[in-house]
């Protein structure tokens, strides 16, 4: 296992397009996170699941933003009508449900809406 | 509100010197704090991670302390080098019925300047 893989790595769309990301995290990992970072800020949290239930949604997460892991291991985050605002990167993470356990990044998906 | 502050937000040191970040907390109940190096436009890399009964860490060249009394951590980088810029982001872990989930600060941009 490589670490938390992302896809695609970049993405240019056009505005009121739908987009939809991939992450595949360490098998091992029950929980994976995906969080959207804009330039010059932390990352912020959109969401989290443990095993394939999402358990947190961020009330940045608007109801143009769907993520799934129906099998408990690989993630989408799917943006409908996609608008310019939505440019950032979406950073997907993972890690196990046990406290203090590290929790690994993806490199993360750079989305740009023209 | 649990928040994470970072000073300072961004940084210029020449290369050799030694530096220290900040970082200040009031996440509450407390599972533990990490510090992430975040190359630009890559996913962040895990450097430390304390619990609260841990008073510092070391990872080579980097050093973290936590006084969690205080709810205060610094990140010190001995003998800098050119690789070390980049951002360095706070990242502290709530405990929350069962549930840890990550709170990030906004990161302090570090330039290493020959």
């Known amino acids: 296992d490589t670490g938390v893989s992302q896809n695609p790595r970049h993405k240019i769309t056009k505005r009121g397009q739908n987009v939809t990301f991939r992450c595949d995290p360490i098998s091992e990992h029950n929980r994976l996170y995906w969080y959207r970072q804009t330039l010059g800020q932390g990352p912020e949290f959109l969401t989290y699941?443990?095993?394939?239930?999402?358990?947190?949604k961020s009330r940045l997460l608007s109801d143009r933003f769907s993520a799934e892991r129906p099998k408990g291991s690989f993630s989408t985050l799917e943006i409908q009508r996609t608008e310019q605002g939505d440019s950032a990167m979406y950073l997907c993470a993972s890690t196990h449900e046990w406290e203090n356990t590290e929790a690994f990044f993806g490199q993360g998906t750079r989305l740009t809406v023209v | 509100k649990n928040q994470v502050e970072q000073s300072p937000q961004s940084l210029i040191i020449l290369e050799g010197k030694n530096c220290t970040l900040q970082?200040?907390?009031?996440?509450?109940?407390?599972?533990?704090l990490r510090w992430y190096k975040q190359d630009t436009g890559r996913g962040p890399v895990s450097l430390t991670i304390m619990t609260f009964s841990e008073n510092t860490k070391s990872n080579g060249r980097y050093t973290a302390t936590l006084d969690a009394d205080t709810k205060q951590s610094s990140l010190h980088i001995t003998a800098s080098q050119l690789s070390d810029s980049a951002s360095y982001i706070c990242v502290v872990s709530l405990l929350d019925w069962g549930y840890s989930t990550l709170t990030f600060g906004k990161g302090t941009m570090l330039l290493v300047s020959p």
């Open positions: 699941f443990q095993n394939e239930a999402q358990l947190e």
């Open positions: 970082c200040n907390y009031t996440v509450s109940p407390f599972s533990n």
